[in-house]
C-alpha cells in the first residue's frame, strides 16, 4: 500500500560507494570512512544501480517511488550471516561482496560507526535490530556477529502476544524520528525473525532556498499537468551537461552530504536515464561536475511509501532464500527449516526550502519452511536524483519524479 501525502517524489535511498574523481575540498575528512576499500564501493554501486533498474521495471511507470539502497544492503548483509551453501553463494552475489565475510563485516563494521559522524550539520543515525520468537532456538554465534559488526539489538519476544507488533512498530518510529510508525499489521503463526534495519537523514541545504522565491509552477508529469509549489534559486552551483540528461549537485551542512538530481533532456524519459546509469556513467557525471552559475527550479515535495521486493530480490538472483531449498542454518539447523518470507521497505522523505528529511526501515521476515545565458535547470517534468556521501563515496538516496 503506497500512502502520499502533499506534494509527491520518487526516490532511492541506499548503498553505493561509487569511487568519483569529484573536487572534494569542502568535505571534511572522516577517518572511519577512509577504510572503506575501493573495491567494496565500486562493487555496492554495482548493487545499488542493479536494485534501482530491477525496481524500476517493477514498479508502474506513472508511479513516483522512494526506496533505500542501503537500508536494504545492511539488512540483507545480515542475513548473509546467517546464511550458508548456495543461499550464502547467491547473496554475497547479489551484494557484490567478496567471499571474505569476516572482511566485509568489518567494513559493515566501518560503516555503522562512520557514517553518522562524517558531517556535524546533517543528521544520519543508521540503527538494526533482531526480533525472534522467544520459544525458537537461535545460534548464539548468529546473534553474537549482528551485535559485534552491526550494532544490532537483539530482542526475544512473545511472537503471540499483540503487543510485540507494537514493540517492533515503536522500534520503527523511534529509530526513524517518528516517521515510519509501522511496518508490521500482525505476526504470522510461521514467523520466527524479523531483521530490521533503519536508516534516518535529515539536513539543512547548505545553500538554502528562499522562503519569498517559492512560487506556483506546472509540472508536466506523464498522466497530466499539475501545479506545484517550485523552489527556485539563482546561484552557483555544480552542474553538468550530459548526453541525455543535465546533472546538478546541491550540498547539505558542510559539503559531504549532497543531492545529485538528474534531470531528462528532450524526449529521453526519465526511466531511460535509470537504465543508462553505471558504475563508470556515475563517475563520468561527479567527475564532470563544474561550479557554475545556475537558474535552479525544485519542487517541494513529500512522499510516504512502502514495497515488497521479494521479485526484485530473486530477478537480482537471490532466489533461492524464498524457497523451502533455502539454507538459512547459521541462524537455526538444519538448513532448509528456515527461508525468507518477505522483504520490505517502509521509506519516507521531504525536501522544502530549508533542507530534506528523510527514512527508511527494511525487513526481513523469516519463517518457517512447508542560464548572461544561464544553464536553466527547471524541474518541470520527470526528473531523478541522488543523495550521497561525498568522502566515502556512498550514495544514500536517489530516486525519481514522475508525477506530482
Not at 525458537?136 to 559485534?148: G, H, I, N, Q, T
Amino acid at each position: 500500500m503506497k500512502s502520499i501525502k502533499s506534494l509527491t517524489l520518487a526516490g532511492t535511498l541506499f548503498l553505493m560507494a561509487a569511487s568519483c574523481n569529484t573536487e572534494t575540498d569542502s568535505v571534511q575528512p572522516n577517518q572511519l570512512l577512509r577504510a572503506v576499500p575501493a573495491t567494496f564501493a565500486d562493487q555496492t554501486s554495482e548493487f545499488a544501480f542493479d536494485f534501482l533498474k530491477k525496481h524500476n521495471a517493477e514498479e508502474k511507470a506513472d508511479k513516483n517511488y522512494f526506496v533505500s539502497p542501503l537500508s536494504l544492503h545492511v539488512a540483507l548483509g545480515m542475513l548473509l550471516n546467517g546464511a550458508d551453501t548456495k543461499t550464502k553463494e547467491e547473496i554475497q552475489t547479489g551484494l557484490r561482496v567478496s567471499p571474505d565475510l569476516a572482511a566485509t563485516n568489518a567494513i559493515y563494521k566501518d560503516l555503522m560507526d562512520g557514517l553518522p559522524n562524517v558531517d556535524s550539520k546533517v543528521t544520519n543515525t543508521i540503527a538494526n535490530s533482531v526480533w525472534y520468537r522467544n520459544s525458537f532456538s537461535v545460534e548464539k554465534s548468529f546473534l553474537d556477529v549482528l551485535r559485534e559488526s552491526f550494532n544490532a539489538k537483539a530482542y526475544a519476544e512473545d511472537f503471540e502476544n499483540t503487543a510485540t507488533v507494537g514493540k517492533i512498530n515503536n522500534w520503527a518510529s523511534d529509530n526513524t524520528n517518528g516517521k515510519i510508525k509501522k511496518v508490521l499489521d500482525k505476526i504470522e503463526p510461521a514467523h520466527v525473525m524479523f531483521l530490521m534495519n533503519a536508516l534516518y537523514f535529515k539536513g539543512d541545504w547548505k545553500i538554502p532556498f528562499k522562503t519569498a522565491n517559492t512560487h506556483e509552477e506546472n509540472f508536466a508529469g506523464t498522466t497530466g499537468t499539475n501545479s506545484v509549489k517550485m523552489m527556485s534559486m539563482t546561484e552557483k552551483l555544480k552542474y553538468t551537461k550530459r548526453p541525455n540528461y543535465q546533472a546538478l549537485e546541491l550540498a547539505y551542512g558542510d559539503g559531504n552530504y549532497v543531492m545529485t538530481i538528474v534531470l531528462p533532456e528532450g524526449k529521453t524519459s526519465v526511466g531511460e536515464v535509470i537504465n543508462t546509469m553505471s558504475v563508470s556513467e556515475w563517475k563520468n557525471l561527479n567527475a564532470s561536475l563544474t561550479e557554475q552559475k545556475v537558474i535552479v527550479g525544485l519542487p517541494k515535495f513529500t512522499i510516504e511509501y512502502e514495497t515488497n521486493l521479494n521479485n526484485v530480490l530473486a530477478n537480482m538472483g537471490m532466489k533461492t532464500m524464498f524457497t523451502d531449498a533455502a539454507d538459512l542454518s547459521k541462524i537455526a539447523q538444519p538448513a532448509g527449516k528456515l527461508k525468507v518470507g518477505f522483504v520490505k521497505q517502509n521509506t519516507f522523505v521531504a525536501v522544502d526550502e530549508k533542507g530534506t528529511e528523510a527514512a527508511a526501515v527494511t525487513t526481513i521476515g523469516i519463517e518457517l519452511t512447508s542560464m548572461p545565458i544561464l544553464p536553466e535547470f527547471i524541474c518541470n517534468k520527470p526528473f531523478a536524483f541522488f543523495i550521497s556521501e561525498k568522502q566515502s563515496n556512498t550514495i544514500l538516496f536517489a530516486g525519481k519524479i514522475v508525477n506530482l
